[in-house]
């Protein structure tokens, strides 16, 4: 059985930064595909971040370009997102997600991810 566990979130001030992470377990993390999603309270669950199993291939939400990173420490079995340039509309919890399906790819489609945390708050106060 697969785990994840996410943490690093917390409240920031508008323009600051924040790195979460996400720790794998139960399975060696660098068979996945992963991504981030996040929601905000009355909003449904978007995308924003995905990176393929060994870390070739990225794509992100158009709402965060520029200013989140991700990445992934197969060795650590530990994906992370680097969180720049904070703004209110960042408030969200930020879910971590596992993609099993066969070969490298990014996904955008949380139905696309069987594996899923219990989500880390971020909160960006102005």
């Known amino acids: 059985q697969v785990q994840l566990v996410e943490s690093g979130g917390g409240v920031v001030q508008t323009g600051g930064s924040l790195r979460l992470s996400c720790a794998v377990s139960g399975r060696a993390a660098r068979i996945y595909n992963m991504g981030w999603f996040r929601q905000s309270p009355g909003k449904e669950r978007d995308f924003v971040a995905s990176?393929?199993?060994?870390?070739?291939?990225?794509f992100f939400a158009d709402s965060v370009k520029g200013r989140f990173t991700m990445s992934r420490d197969n060795a650590r079995n530990t994906v992370y997102l680097q969180m720049n340039s904070l703004k209110a509309e960042d408030t969200a919890v930020y879910y971590c997600?596992?993609?099993?399906?066969?070969?490298?790819?990014?996904?955008?489609?949380?139905?696309?991810?069987?594996?899923w945390g219990r989500g880390t708050q971020v909160t960006v106060s102005s």
């Open positions: 990176i393929s199993q060994l870390g070739g291939s990225e």
């Open positions: 997600a596992a993609d099993d399906a066969p070969g490298s790819r990014t996904e955008d489609n949380e139905g696309s991810y069987e594996y």
